[in-house]
């Protein structure tokens, strides 16, 4: 079954510019991570934000978790072309299993 | 680093046939593995839990007759769809977890014609 909801579904934004993509989950976590996919291929393991932090950065990549409201944010700076795809949260329930979010199809246009 | 591999990469089978598809952890033991299957523009739905040495654990709604999971030793985990059907094509996707890691495999696009 589906953790949660992620909005938008799709975002087209134009090279340059922020995307910020949202997540929200039903149950108790231990961990939220998110993940990139391209199209047909598998994923990519972006960022993992532990259930007793609040913010975490990488390079262009900044996650917010408010475990009070279930829900996580994923802001991409700076975006660039080859940022184009889709992006998923997921959540750790229990020992490496994961229930992803509905995901975000992002499109950057150069 | 730790890497999971899957294979086939791309399979196509007949309506009725069984397919299998390997899920090999490279260089770690992984007692448990997961299995998923994404349609096409969906997101990824966990079909199951591979345990090494037991039965896997399913998902609500996953037929465990139709999509059998064998866990023989503890670097590889397969599935089999058995009598495949066209509704059955799609993405399958593994993942094993050492430590506080969770590794993916390549996936596996399915396709029964």
């Known amino acids: 079954s589906q953790q949660g909801e992620e909005d938008p579904q799709a975002l087209s934004i134009q090279e340059g510019e922020n995307a910020t993509m949202n997540c929200s989950y039903k149950?108790?976590?231990?961990?939220l991570q998110w993940y990139r996919q391209n199209s047909g291929r598998g994923l990519v393991h972006l960022i993992l934000?532990?259930?007793?932090?609040r913010e975490k950065h990488s390079g262009r990549l900044r996650v917010t978790l408010d475990t009070s409201k279930k829900s996580s944010s994923l802001l991409i700076t700076a975006s660039r072309a080859a940022d184009t795809a889709s992006y998923f949260c997921?959540?750790?329930?229990?020992?490496?299993?994961?229930?992803f979010g509905q995901g975000t199809e992002l499109s950057v246009k150069p | 680093g730790a890497v999971v591999s899957q294979h086939p990469s791309r399979v196509i089978c007949k309506s009725g046939t069984s397919v299998k598809i390997e899920c090999r952890s490279l260089?770690?033991?992984?007692?448990?593995m997961f299995w998923y299957r994404q349609f096409p523009k969906q997101s990824l739905m966990l079909m199951a839990t591979?345990?090494?040495?037991?039965?896997?654990?399913?998902e609500q709604g996953v037929e465990k007759d139709k999509f059998l999971i064998n866990h023989a030793s503890l670097t590889l985990s397969t599935l089999t769809v058995t009598s495949a059907h066209p509704e059955d094509s799609s993405f399958y996707i593994c993942?094993?977890?050492?430590?506080?890691?969770?590794?993916f495999g390549e996936g596996s696009w399915l396709t029964v014609v």
């Open positions: 997921a959540t750790e329930v229990k020992g490496g299993k994961l229930i």
């Open positions: 149950t108790s976590i231990n961990n």
């Open positions: 934000i532990r259930s007793n932090e």
């Open positions: 993942s094993g977890d050492i430590g506080n890691t969770i590794y």
């Open positions: 591979s345990n090494e040495g037991s039965k896997a654990t399913y």
């Open positions: 260089d770690f033991q992984a007692t448990t």
